[in-house]
């Protein structure tokens, strides 16, 4: 693996998590009948819409409703930002997977993938989900449900592994996560996500990912020269 600099490691990263996100949607969709059933006395939810919702569509509620206070958001509109949120968070653990791999190729090895995929399972399934009340703890769960978890994020994080394998090789992959990030700030702007009558989201918040994304492209275009 050549040298990189911390910049190139992290626009890397972020483009391998995302497509490491994607990998594992891919996983979940191919297992979708062998998922095993979540026991009822598991986890009681402390808000009542989160009975009819995911994990991730209950941080996309929380997230404009809570926090941007705007809204309410209808059942798409949930489930396209609960997405968003997916890719965003495993673009971020694949950014900070990038600076360690640049840093310490040695966990570039078997053991070092992973330790990074079973460590993304504990920190976000074991630890963040049920801190966030999104989840009850882990004792809850049967055994099968913890194995079909890590399973997912092994995919995760062998799909954040290979991307970044391609990216020794193909410089444009900070670009092409760029330019995804810019399609989604289109997206959000748009008739799908704001009404005309309210946002969602204050102007301002759509407008700023647009230009960071445009800033991200510039400068991986001038690394990949």
Known sequence: MRRKTPVRA?????????????????FFRATARIVPETPEWAFAPPEAEQANESALETAARRLVEGLAQRGPL??????RLG???HFGFGAAWGGLYGLVRASYPRVWSPAGVGAFSLGVWMLGDN???PALRMAGPPRNYPWRMHAYSAAA?????AG???????ADRLPLVPVVAAWACSRMARRVDGPSFVAEDEALVPRQTVEAPRHFARALARRA?????
């Open 10 to 26: 992290l626009l890397e990263g972020l483009a391998a998590g995302a497509i490491g996100a994607g990998v594992q949607s891919l």
């Open 127 to 129: 630890l963040l989900l």
């Open 74 to 79: 209808d059942a798409p509109r949930k489930e």
């Open 221 to 225: 275009r001038d690394l990949s020269r």
């Open 153 to 157: 994020h092994v995919a995760f994080g």
């Open 83 to 85: 997405q968003a949120i």
């Open 160 to 166: 954040t592994a290979a991307a970044l394998a391609a």
